[in-house]
């Protein structure tokens, strides 16, 4: 009998918490400012806080601080995290081939 592997199944944890892949999918645009993330979001700034802090942890995500004035702190994916760019992009494929708009109304998968 096949068992499931522990990293795939760490892997999936990961991106499955909640807001962890529309994170990923803006910072596959570029650098992002902790405030440009939380306009372009609809997340509260604690919970961004906390999923950024993860994936800083998970080796996917990178904090730049930059000794301006004042002082510039920017996100950007990690190589780690740059891998996940052709996993991001296949999901959002499959999400607009497969997911209808009446299935993101309550946005809970049943």
Same mark, same amino acid.
């Given at each position: =009998?096949?068992?499931?592997?522990? *990293?795939?199944?760490?892997? =999936?944890?990961?991106?499955? +918490?909640? $807001?962890?892949? !529309?994170?990923? &999918?803006?910072?596959?645009?570029? /650098?992002? *400012? &902790?405030?440009? =993330?939380?306009?372009?979001?609809?997340?509260?700034?604690? !919970? !961004?806080?906390?999923?950024?802090?993860? !994936?800083?942890?998970?080796?996917?995500?990178?904090?730049?601080? %930059?000794?301006?004035?004042?002082? *510039?702190?920017?996100?950007?994916?990690?190589?780690?995290?740059? /891998?996940?760019?052709?996993?991001?992009?296949?999901?959002? *494929? $499959?999400?607009?081939? %497969?997911?209808?708009?009446?299935? +993101? /109304?309550?946005?809970?998968?049943?």
């Amino acid at each position: =009998m096949n068992q499931l592997c522990p *990293r795939f199944e760490k892997a =999936m944890i990961l991106l499955s +918490t909640r $807001w962890v892949g !529309l994170i990923l &999918f803006e910072l596959l645009k570029g /650098a992002k *400012r &902790f405030s440009e =993330m939380e306009a372009d979001l609809p997340i509260s700034g604690r !919970l !961004l806080s906390d999923r950024l802090k993860l !994936l800083e942890k998970e080796g996917i995500v990178e904090r730049n601080i %930059y000794s301006e004035f004042p002082v *510039r702190i920017e996100y950007t994916l990690s190589e780690k995290g740059k /891998a996940l760019e052709p996993v991001i992009k296949d999901i959002q *494929r $499959w999400a607009e081939d %497969y997911v209808s708009t009446d299935d +993101t /109304a309550d946005n809970e998968v049943k």
